[in-house]
């Protein structure tokens, strides 16, 4: 099965400061999204890309930016963390045949 | 409304029984997947389908897209089949995942 990791897996940070999620996969998948999770809820979609250099707005992208560097990179940037950005963070890359295989998440706490 | 209708949202069941979950969608979803949310937090992949069934151990799946709902069937329940199931639609030509927002089942002993 498809390996993504994440890190940091967890994060405290302040109001107003800048915050990077990163995610990393080694099955050289072109695909690979952001999403958060807020207690009772299902996953939405921030931002994903299909390939290093291309990114591109989800349903939910205000307030986050994404950056892909590479094919194995992709990372989440909180340029100013607001508490409402207080949730857990899951990464994952799309496989061959259209499956996402997700990262373990990053439980990300805005004081 | 919610795009993807996930039904019940709580759920506790006796070890050793059978349950059925399901998803309706009013999105036209051409592919689903369903995913176990453990205690721990991590989702682990339980089926990817086109329309049509899969069979994996205990679990059942099916996904009907003209009549637009997929079910996941737990035979058997045991004490780690506990957690949260998710179901997840894409659209033909897109693989964005849209979620529902789960089942909370718990297993009794």
């Known amino acids: 099965e498809a390996a993504v990791t994440q890190s940091p897996r967890n994060k405290v940070a302040v109001t107003g400061g800048k915050v990077t999620l990163s995610c990393n996969q080694t099955n050289n998948h072109n695909n690979m999204y952001w999403y958060r999770q807020d207690t009772g809820h299902g996953l939405r979609l921030i931002h994903y890309s299909y390939g290093a250099g291309s990114t591109e707005k989800g349903d939910i992208p205000d307030g986050y930016k994404a950056s892909r560097p590479s094919q194995e990179n992709f990372s989440l940037i909180l340029e100013l963390a607001t508490p409402s950005q207080t949730s857990v963070y899951f990464c994952?890359?799309?496989?061959?045949?259209?499956?996402?295989?997700f990262g373990p998440g990053t439980r990300l706490t805005v004081l | 409304g919610d795009k993807v209708k996930q039904s019940p949202s709580a759920l506790s069941l006796q070890e050793g029984t059978n349950s059925a979950l399901r998803c309706n969608f009013s999105?036209?979803?051409?592919?689903v997947q369903w995913f176990l949310q453990n205690p721990r937090g991590s989702l682990i992949n339980l089926f990817y389908l086109v329309p049509g069934t899969k069979e994996n151990g205990r679990l059942k799946s099916a996904f009907d897209s003209k009549e637009s709902y997929s079910t996941l069937h737990i035979r058997d329940a045991q004490l780690e089949d506990s957690g949260t199931y998710f179901c997840?639609?894409?659209?033909?030509?897109?693989?964005?995942?849209?979620f529902g927002s789960g089942t909370q089942l718990t297993v009794m002993p």
């Open positions: 997840a639609g894409a659209s033909s030509g897109s693989w964005q995942l849209i």
């Open positions: 999105i036209a979803a051409t592919t």
């Open positions: 994952a890359s799309l496989g061959g045949i259209g499956e996402q295989y």
